[in-house]
């Protein structure tokens, strides 16, 4: 399983009502992250097309309700942002405890949107990733 950019399931959502804000300060947090540019937040009409899936996806990371349940048993590898102001390293590696299998955690160089602007390191990683469980011996054989 590859995770990225969102902290363990387990720990709280730092911030759980983003997607409450009124629009002005929703779209100044979407600014912040520095995932959407500019031309889009200051477009009224692709933005009234675009913020109620944003909100979406908002909502459902702020209204998520964990439940302890027994750790995957498949690996987990997590990516994080070194500057992401949204998911720390700690809050990273706490994705360990989900699993009973491997876990691995790459850190790379951007903030929240590092899959945009790292993305050749980031498919190198996975790439990584992928050839080293599928040269595992026992994998060799579902093949």
């Not at 929703?26 to 600014?31: A, I, P, S, T, Y």
């Not at 790292?118 to 026992?138: F, G, M």
Request: charged fraction near 15%.
């Amino acid at each position: 399983m590859f995770v990225s950019a969102h902290h363990a399931p387990q720990i709280p959502n730092p911030e759980p009502g983003i997607y409450q804000l009124p629009e002005p300060e929703f779209v100044e947090k979407l600014r912040c992250l520095n995932g959407t540019s500019d031309q889009v937040l200051k477009n009224s009409d692709l933005m009234a097309l675009m913020l109620p899936t944003l909100r979406a996806d908002f909502t459902i990371c702020g209204t998520y309700q964990y439940a302890d349940d027994a750790p995957l048993d498949c690996p987990i590898s997590a990516f994080g942002g070194m500057q992401d102001p949204l998911a720390h390293h700690d809050q990273l590696v706490a994705w360990r405890e989900q699993t009973s299998a491997d876990f691995s955690l790459r850190m790379i160089p951007g903030g929240h949107f590092f899959i945009h602007t790292s993305q050749p390191l980031l498919l190198w990683a996975i790439s990584q990733e992928l050839r080293q469980w599928l040269a595992q011996p026992e994998l060799a054989r579902c093949w």
